[in-house]
């Protein structure tokens, strides 16, 4: 029998979704905004508010895998990007 080896990291799988955004313009990286996302809304955050709270009060958890090279993103930048991504 084959063995598939998948891979269960989260990073891993959103690291595929291609980056909208032209370079002059990426204060925060595309990872670092989609896992604060995420993770906003597997804890019953809704808004792009409140993921920018939801990261400031995890930023030290989130520090210990993202770069976070420009701290946690405002709401207007969670906007931006969504708005941008293609579905």
Do not use: Y
Not at 17 to 39: F, Y
Not at 41 to 61: I, P, S, V
């Amino acid at each position: 029998m084959k063995s598939t080896q998948f891979s269960l990291s989260l990073v891993a799988h959103l690291k595929s979704i291609e980056d909208p955004r032209v370079d002059r313009t990426r204060d925060h990286e595309l990872i670092d905004i989609l896992v604060i996302a995420v993770c906003t809304l597997l804890c019953a955050g809704e808004t792009f508010n409140d993921m920018e709270d939801f990261g400031h009060a995890k930023h030290a958890w989130f520090k210990t895998f993202l770069t976070l090279r420009n701290g946690i993103p405002a709401h207007d930048t969670f906007n931006r990007v969504f708005a941008a991504l293609d579905p």
